[in-house]
Nanobody
């Protein structure tokens, strides 16, 4: 499966963005899909992921209550709605997919398929 992220950009603190991760080459409905991010000079970290089977999701503590992950399998797309963005959310955001996990987790090296990333910059 090939993944392409879109929707990044430059926004001000408090603004919102919705990122999209669109798949080709396979349907997403058998994959757990995760969002990761990498800020300058930092390691990549898990943000959120969503189950294929029942839409369960998990979030990093830093984004709970502000970010929402969702999926539209008819469009082969997973979304990350980001509200109340903060400067510390500035990063390249990547989506990743792996055959459905029995237990959701945001462990980078357990995801096989990755997109190229989209830049999100939060600055006044």
């Amino acid at each position: 499966v090939q993944l392409v992220e879109s929707g990044g950009g430059l926004v001000q603190p408090g603004d919102s963005l919705r990122l999209s991760c669109t798949a080709s080459g396979s349907t997403l409905d058998i994959y757990t899909v995760g969002w990761f991010r990498q800020a300058p000079g930092k390691e990549r970290e898990g943000v959120s992921c969503i189950s294929a089977a029942d839409g369960r999701s998990i979030y990093a503590d830093s984004v709970k209550g502000r970010f929402t992950i969702s999926r539209d399998d008819a469009k082969n797309t997973v979304y990350l709605q980001m509200n109340n963005l903060k400067p510390e959310d500035t990063a390249v955001y990547f989506c990743a997919a792996e055959y459905e996990f029995a237990v959701l987790r945001l462990v980078e090296n357990e995801y096989t398929h990755w997109g190229q990333g989209t830049q999100v910059t939060v600055s006044s």
